[in-house]
């Protein structure tokens, strides 16, 4: 079968390399031998040719919904990541009121050390 569609193929092109002939006769031509070249083909390609369509568009539809599923995931993580930012800022903030507070406290203290310690004149 594929070597008879081949073999058409390859009598149609030397045809019309040894007889040329006018534009509109040509194309009638080519109309004419393709139309006979569909008689040929194997009532099955129709069919073939629908499941390949249907499967094509299944795949762009399966594409589309990952694709969305990943912008989805995408927008989750960002806002995932903000919310930890935030929590991250506020936890160095207050880590660093925290040492600040410590520090005075500490220096507060030395202070008084150092003032009990030291003898009146």
Do not use: C, H, W
């Amino acid at each position: 079968m594929n070597s008879f569609v081949k073999g058409v193929l390859v009598g149609v092109g030397i045809g019309l390399i040894v007889a040329p002939m006018r534009g509109d006769e040509m194309r009638r031509l080519l109309s004419e031998r393709f139309q006979e070249m569909r008689g040929y083909l194997p009532e099955d390609a129709n069919q073939y040719v629908q499941q390949v369509t249907d499967r094509v568009s299944q795949t762009g539809s399966e594409l589309k919904v990952y694709a969305q599923q990943a912008a989805n995931k995408v927008k989750e993580t960002s806002s995932s990541l903000g919310n930890l930012a935030q929590q991250a800022t506020s936890t160095v903030k207050q880590t660093g009121q925290d040492v600040a507070d410590t520090t005075k406290q500490a220096a507060s203290s030395a202070k008084q050390n150092v003032q009990s310690s030291t003898p009146n004149p």
